[in-house]
């Protein structure tokens, strides 16, 4: 703004100042008259980046995926929340934090072991892995070879017919009727 409107610094000082309120408004209380904007925006992120760095790491730490919630949805917000919460860090670093992040926050011991023991060097990886592990799972319980709980799983349902080795006319007829309709 201060380029835009073409303040001086002490304009810019003065406007930048009178913007800030709450917490914020309180770091006036360690700075000199003769202060720049350089050494007001420092103060702040000294002040504030490392308590919102902490309240972000929380949150991450404190994220389970929703019971009707996607596993991209899932990874999309853990991506979020990492980018937030260590903005400047390593990259190897980050890609070991999403990793972990993305598993814990899976909020199912099965899944989260099945995953595990592929080893996903990254989170794309760990994603993959879990679409995958509920995909053959989901395919296993739906055709009865797997017992598991069927609140996590849906199956499209269909219905199964018999023919009996008699030959009561009647029943038959009414049974390739219902087949048919299938």
Known sequence: ????????????????????????????WDISSHVTTADVIWLLQTRFRTQLQAELFEALRARWRGQDETLQSLYQDICRLVAFAYPSADVTLTNHVYKEAFITALSDGHLQLEVMKREPVNIE?????????????QSLVCQGTLATDKSRVKCRSCNVYAVSDQSDAGENAILRKHIDEF
């Open 1 to 28: 703004m201060a380029s835009y409107l073409h303040w001086n610094e002490e304009d810019a000082v003065h406007h930048l100042c009178g913007s800030l309120e709450g917490a914020a408004g309180q770091v006036f």
């Open 125 to 137: 990886a760990a994603v993959s892995c879990a679409i995958k592990v509920e995909a053959y799972e």
